[in-house]
């Protein structure tokens, strides 16, 4: 049974920074490209960062660029996701995905975790 697990979330102050972590369990871990989404309510899924299976190459959408890093350390089957600079609009719920697909840019990767919650205070 494949299982991600978030963690790293909370409430922060504008300008502040989080690591978001993303166990990973249940699956081929290197064989995945991992990604991170965000989710405000009554808005769609984001995609912000994703990561190729090797960690070579990286992808970010560009209202994060320069801001966030994903990163992911195979022999621990976990993806980061590191979170500088934040800002309000940032507030959201923080999903990671896995798939096979490097180029599958839309919610319809193959796993997801639970969420992180994320809040932002100004």
């Known amino acids: 049974q494949v299982q991600l697990v978030e963690s790293g979330g909370g409430l922060v102050q504008a300008g502040g920074s989080l690591r978001l972590s993303c166990a990973a369990s249940?699956?081929?871990?290197?064989?995945?490209?991992m990604a991170w989404f965000r989710q405000v309510s009554g808005k769609e899924r984001e995609l912000v960062a994703r990561i190729k299976w090797s960690g070579g190459i990286t992808k970010y959408a560009d209202s994060v660029k320069g801001r966030f890093t994903i990163s992911r350390d195979n022999g621990k089957s976990t993806v980061y996701l590191q979170i500088d600079s934040l800002k309000p609009e940032d507030t959201a719920v923080y999903y990671c995905?896995?798939?096979?697909?490097?180029?599958?840019?839309?919610?319809?990767?193959?796993?997801w975790g639970q969420g992180t919650q994320v809040t932002v205070s100004s």
């Open positions: 995905a896995a798939d096979r697909r490097w180029l599958l840019t839309t919610t319809e990767y193959e796993y």
């Open positions: 249940g699956l081929t871990f290197s064989s995945y490209v």
